[in-house]
């Protein structure tokens, strides 16, 4: 079956540090592929978008890598902050057009500790 | 610039009760727009999207519906609800040529 999996646990690290978050997907070919982030109790807020033919994007402290082959996404944080402190999703539209019935993730939650 | 609004942000309903969750997006026109659900712990799930006026495709059989009366605004509405629709519902909108895909704050619903 087509899915999308992050890790489940918690990712707990220290103020500093470099976060590292994992997503994986099985039976699609997107592409492109997102990240988000959710702190509690409010919407997913865009992050980054990479594409299939990038194999790296950066943002600020952020960096997202996309390898097709593996079928996976790694999202960095460096330099943590305790405000970095929320969880994330990653996203893919399976379909790579039409409406972007993107499919998430059940996401990771990051803490970051002072 | 775009903003999208949902309302209400919270509410308790008893099963059986009607639900009605609106959602308005500003600043934009003939978005693509969407309803999500999100139970805890799990992920996103897709329950509707639209790309015009009166065009609602839905993705997941289930106990609710939605109707888009106006090309900005976005309802999803249930006649009986059950326990099982309690949940975290987002709006979301995107325009046609974009990928990213911009969410409401979100309606905490409880079905009691």
């Known amino acids: 079956s087509q899915k999308i999996e992050q890790n489940s646990e918690a990712l707990n690290i220290q103020e500093g540090k470099t976060a590292t978050l994992t997503c994986n997907y099985t039976?699609?070919?997107?592409?492109?592929l997102q990240w988000y982030r959710q702190d509690p109790g409010r919407g997913p807020v865009f992050l980054l978008l990479?594409?299939?033919?990038?194999k790296e994007k950066r943002k600020e402290r952020l960096k997202v890598t996309f390898d097709t082959t593996l079928k996976q996404s790694l999202f960095h944080i460096t330099a943590s902050q305790p405000a970095d402190s929320a969880t994330y999703l990653c996203?893919?539209?399976?379909?790579?057009?039409?409406?972007?019935?993107?499919?998430f993730g059940a996401g990771t939650r990051l803490a970051v500790h002072p | 610039s775009q903003t999208i609004h949902q309302w209400p942000a919270t509410l308790v309903q008893p099963v059986g009760s009607p639900l009605s969750l609106e959602c308005t997006v500003e600043?934009?026109?003939?978005?693509?727009l969407y309803w999500y659900r999100q139970a805890a712990g799990r992920g996103l799930q897709l329950l509707f999207y639209?790309?015009?006026?009166?065009?609602i495709s839905s993705e997941v059989p289930q106990n609710l519906s939605a109707s888009r009366p106006q090309d900005r605004q976005f309802i999803l509405s249930s006649k009986k609800l059950l326990l099982s629709d309690s949940g975290f519902y987002l709006c979301?909108?995107?325009?046609?040529?974009?990928?990213?895909?911009?969410f409401g704050e979100g309606s905490w619903l409880t079905v009691v």
């Open positions: 979301a909108w995107n325009d046609r040529a974009g990928n990213t895909i911009y």
């Open positions: 039976n699609y070919s997107p592409a492109y």
């Open positions: 990479i594409r299939e033919n990038e």
């Open positions: 996203a893919l539209d399976p379909f790579s057009g039409g409406y972007n019935k993107l499919i």
């Open positions: 600043g934009t026109s003939n978005p693509n």
């Open positions: 639209s790309v015009g006026i009166g065009q």
